[in-house]
């Protein structure tokens, strides 16, 4: 079994930054895509950004495009989210995503194998 410990969530004004780190352990390997995802209240779970194996491919949502950076330690089995230019928008729970095959990023949800808790983000106006 994998287990997937996101953390670095917190309270922050618009326009200040955040950096999210998610801790993989158990049954994983470090080839394989992994990616980030959130769910603000009442929307549904969206693609916010992946990477692929080796960190050297990476993919961003729309929304995200310039403002946050992805990157992955295999080493440390840890993934990271840069978050800078907070917007309100940004506001939700974010969740870390693993996949159990597949060395290549994805923005598609049910790629992912894994996922971890979450953790809240809230940016004020």
């Known amino acids: 079994q994998v287990q997937l410990v996101e953390s670095g969530g917190g309270l922050v004004q618009a326009g200040g930054s955040l950096r999210l780190s998610c801790a993989a352990s158990g049954r994983t390997g470090t080839a394989v895509g992994m990616g980030w995802f959130r769910q603000a209240p009442g929307k549904e779970r969206e693609f916010v950004s992946s990477?692929?194996?080796?960190?050297?491919?990476?993919i961003y949502a729309d929304s995200v495009e310039g403002r946050f950076t992805i990157s992955r330690d295999n080493a440390k089995k840890t993934v990271y989210l840069q978050m800078n230019s907070l917007k309100p928008d940004d506001t939700a729970i974010y969740l870390c995503?693993?996949?159990?095959?597949?060395?290549?990023?994805?923005?598609?949800?049910?790629?992912?194998?894994?996922w971890g808790q979450g953790t809240q983000v809230t940016v004020s106006s």
């Open positions: 990477i692929n194996w080796s960190g050297s491919s990476t």
């Open positions: 995503a693993a996949r159990r095959y597949g060395n290549t990023w994805s923005s598609r949800s049910y790629d992912y194998d894994y």
